[in-house]
Nanobody, 122 residues
Framework: VQLQASGGGLVQAGGSLRLSCAASGGTFGRRIMGWFRQAPGKEREFVAA????????YYGDSVKGRFTISRDNAKNTVFLQMNSLKAEDTAVYFCAANRGAQYGSISEYDYWGQGTQVTVSS
């Protein structure tokens, strides 16, 4: 599975961005897909995940109620809608494909996109 993330940019606090992650090859429609982020000097952090059919979604505590993950299996694409952005959301955002069922375990993600920068100005 090859993943290509896009949609990052510079936004003011309180604003919104929508990230996209296009997948090619492999078994996108059968995999849990996730978003992670990494700020300078910090470890990579779980943001959100979605099950193969989109029936279940999971979120990190810091983004609950503000971010929404979704997917379009017909287009092999997963999205991350980010609302009410805060300065602390500034990071490089990565999409990833999970090889199993442990959505919160970074080690279970075996394919990663290249990352897209999100910068929130306060």
């Amino acid at each position: 599975v090859q993943l290509q993330a896009s949609g990052g940019g510079l936004v003011q606090a309180g604003g919104s961005l929508r990230l996209s992650c296009a997948a090619s090859g492999g078994t996108f429609g059968r995999r849990i897909m996730g978003w992670f982020r990494q700020a300078p000097g910090k470890e990579r952090e779980f943001v959100a995940a979605i099950t193969p059919t989109g029936l279940f979604t999971y979120y990190g505590d810091s983004v609950k109620g503000r971010f929404t993950i979704s997917r379009d299996n017909a287009k092999n694409t997963v999205f991350l809608q980010m609302n009410s952005l805060k300065a602390e959301d500034t990071a490089v955002y990565f999409c990833a494909a999970n090889r199993g069922a442990q959505y919160g375990s970074i080690s279970e993600y075996d394919y990663w996109g290249q990352g897209t920068q999100v910068t929130v100005s306060s």
